[in-house]
């Protein structure tokens, strides 16, 4: 796993050649061949399958790491120029840039700590990378908003050149259709599959105050996506105007329960509530129960193992595996 700010590293243009990015992770690799695209808000993915020098699929050998080298994986990017100017104001395009340091400190800093007793949590890494200069400052964060651009001009467009290059990159083992599947809703069953994989998580940093004081020092002070301090404040302030549109849109399903008290003024009791509820998720990283969480946990974050896939294996094979940190 490689997490450096080098020169030699850049972020391939949105939609380029990935073969660099891919043979600085796993040297081996010779070409790819593309399978499926997830274009995100704030991020693109593709799982790619790879070829390596001596022709093999990636069984076998491993690649000096000790890691066998795969036949498929899964590459995330977060190219700056792509999202800006047009795509995103500074303070959006700063928050995307930084949730995307976060995540590639996450698995380069805090996840191998975690798994240092052989639980796997996540799919394996290859390659943790982010390099922001002259964007953001190392130790800026998002829950610090900041709405002037590098410039120090509050409106003024960044400069093209500054964000040539910048970004982030995430390698991570492919889990691969025939093994691991996405679903949400979930059924009972397969709730208890994610239950089981936070908790899995929690255990491993379970009141660890040394590795939550650096994880609270390199992620963030604020723990979770959840957090009103991390959160975009235009969500807060658009929530009561948004709940009213969702009863505008569902009413007709069940006007009953629509009308009850407490249900029709949703919007402006989360709005009243949403700090201190904020405050209180939020232990400090020296309390009593303080660990590790997720930030963003949901199902369509769990990739939950087929029926016929019970090995354990390095890959969490019988398990959970938990992605987008």
């Known amino acids: ?105 996450f698995y380069g800093e805090i996840l191998p700590v975690l798994e240092g007793s052989g639980t796997a949590l996540a799919p394996a890494c290859y390659l943790a990378w982010s390099d922001l200069t002259n964007l953001v400052g190392e130790d800026e964060v998002a829950s610090v908003t900041a709405s002037c651009p590098p410039s120090g001009n509050e409106g003024e467009a960044v400069a093209p050149s500054l964000l040539q290059g910048r970004g982030g990159a995430l390698i991570l083992a492919s889990l691969c259709p025939d093994r691991y599947y996405q679903r949400s809703p979930t059924s009972p069953a397969q709730a208890s599959v994610c239950l ?16 939550l004081l650096r994880t609270a020092d390199r992620l963030g002070p604020k723990a979770g996506s959840y957090h009103l301090d991390v959160r975009n404040p235009k969500e807060l302030a658009n929530l009561v105007a948004t709940w009213e549109a969702f009863v505008s849109a569902f009413r007709g399903q069940d006007e009953a329960l629509f009308r009850q008290e407490g249900v029709a003024d949703l919007g402006w009791r989360v709005f009243r509530s949403a700090r201190r509820v904020s405050d209180a998720l939020s232990p400090r990283p020296d309390g009593d129960y303080a660990t590790v969480v997720h930030g963003d946990y949901k199902a369509m974050n769990v990739f939950l193992p087929t029926e016929d896939d019970n090995e354990d294996g390095d890959d969490g094979g019988g398990r959970g595996i938990m992605i987008d940190f």
């Open 1 to 105: 796993m490689q997490l450096s700010l080098t020169s030699t590293l850049m972020i391939p243009a949105h939609g380029g050649d990935l073969l660099p990015l891919l043979r600085h992770a796993v040297p081996s690799v010779r070409c790819y061949r593309p399978l499926s695209n997830i274009e995100q808000a704030n991020a693109a993915g593709m799982r790619v399958s790879v070829l390596h020098v001596d022709g093999g699929d990636g069984d076998g050998d491993g690649d000096g790491d000790g890691k066998s080298r795969p036949s498929e994986l899964f590459v995330k990017l977060v190219d700056a120029s792509y999202y800006a100017p047009s795509k995103k104001s500074w303070p959006d395009l700063r928050r995307t840039l930084l949730y995307s340091r976060t995540e590639a400190r």
């Open 196 to 211: 089981a994989a936070a908790a899995r998580l929690h255990a491993a940093g379970w009141e660890d105050r040394e590795l």
